[in-house]
């Protein structure tokens, strides 16, 4: 698997091989979660139909969930 930068510092690693994937650690996860807490990451809209018109070609599978490479 390819390495993944962790949301909070940046490092890079292969985060979701770990139990606190896709985060480095759990300080790192607890200060993702303070984020959303304090109301500094949020959601702005509901999502619309709209949202996933561009998506509407895809075919199903499962690969839809692996990151990009």
């Not at 698997?1 to 949301?7: G, N, S």
């Not at 979701?16 to 650690?25: E, I, N, Q, R, T």
């Not at 996860?29 to 809209?45: M, R």
């Amino acid at each position: 698997m390819r390495p993944v930068k962790c949301p909070t510092c940046k490092k890079s690693g292969d985060w979701f091989a770990g139990k606190h994937g896709p985060f480095c650690s759990h300080r790192c996860q607890l200060v993702d979660l303070g984020k959303w807490f304090n109301a500094e990451h949020v959601i702005s809209e509901p999502l619309k139909p709209e949202h996933f018109k561009q998506y509407a070609d895809l075919p199903p599978g499962d690969y839809l969930d692996e990151p990009e490479a």
